[in-house]
T-cell receptor
């Protein structure tokens, strides 16, 4: 089966600019996660969707980050405006449901200058 | 919220030796504990997981043990090989299955 797809793979922007990331989960997976992985650290959950509803976004910096999963399939994560500390790899993962293995996408490496 | 501590941050072993990575968690409601392997520049991939109703699980050269009372779980890799070199992450999922990851252990297996 096809894996989790993400785009772009790399993005370089200047601080205060905006950026958007896209994720296409594995077909049929109801649960979708966005993680931020700063170099040398473990992934940190930003937001979790169950179909098109938000399960948890307690660690999402809502003053600058937003995410949506229209129609319960693809998802976009946006940062507006970006800060230097947002430089990280943004990983999308999907799972058949909230109780099983997560499958990760290749990630988007964001560099904020 | 959940807090997951992982040790050591770096582990260097000779090929054929065993490697052990330990994690502790804070939320007694956590009941699902996966371990992920992340090779340089690649995505994390699940290598083994354990649920709170089981004390130990094995899959060929890897095993995971869970001590619910002490709130810690460990990854054991036997007969290590150079291709085992990677960063390993533990995670703990709360009752609502929102995962918290450890900071990772960089395993280096010397030929």
């Amino acid at each position: 089966e096809a894996g989790v797809a993400q785009s772009p793979r790399y993005k370089i922007i200047e601080k205060r600019q905006s950026v958007a990331f896209w994720c296409n989960p594995i077909s049929g997976h109801a649960t979708l996660y966005w993680y931020q992985q700063i170099l040398g650290q473990g992934p940190k959950l930003l937001i979790q969707f169950q179909n098109n509803g938000v399960v948890d976004d307690s660690q999402l910096p809502k003053d600058r980050f937003s995410a949506e999963r229209l129609k319960g399939v693809d998802s976009t994560l946006k940062i507006q405006p970006a800060k230097l500390e947002d430089s990280a790899v943004y990983l999308c993962a999907s799972s058949p449901d909230r109780f099983n293995e997560q499958f990760f996408g290749p990630g988007t490496r964001l560099t904020v200058l | 919220g959940e807090n997951v501590e992982q040790h050591p941050s770096t582990l260097s072993v000779q090929e054929g030796d065993s490697a052990v990575i330990k994690c502790t968690y804070s939320d007694s409601a956590s009941n699902y504990f996966p371990w992920y392997k992340q090779e340089l520049g690649k995505r994390p991939q699940l290598i083994i997981d354990i649920r709170s109703n089981v004390g130990e699980k094995k899959d060929q050269r890897i095993a995971v043990t869970l001590n619910k009372t002490a709130k810690h779980f460990s990854l054991h890799i036997t007969e290590t090989q150079p291709e085992d070199s990677a960063v390993y992450f533990c995670a703990a999922n709360r009752g609502s299955y929102i995962p918290t990851f450890g900071r990772g252990t960089s395993l280096i297996v010397h030929p």
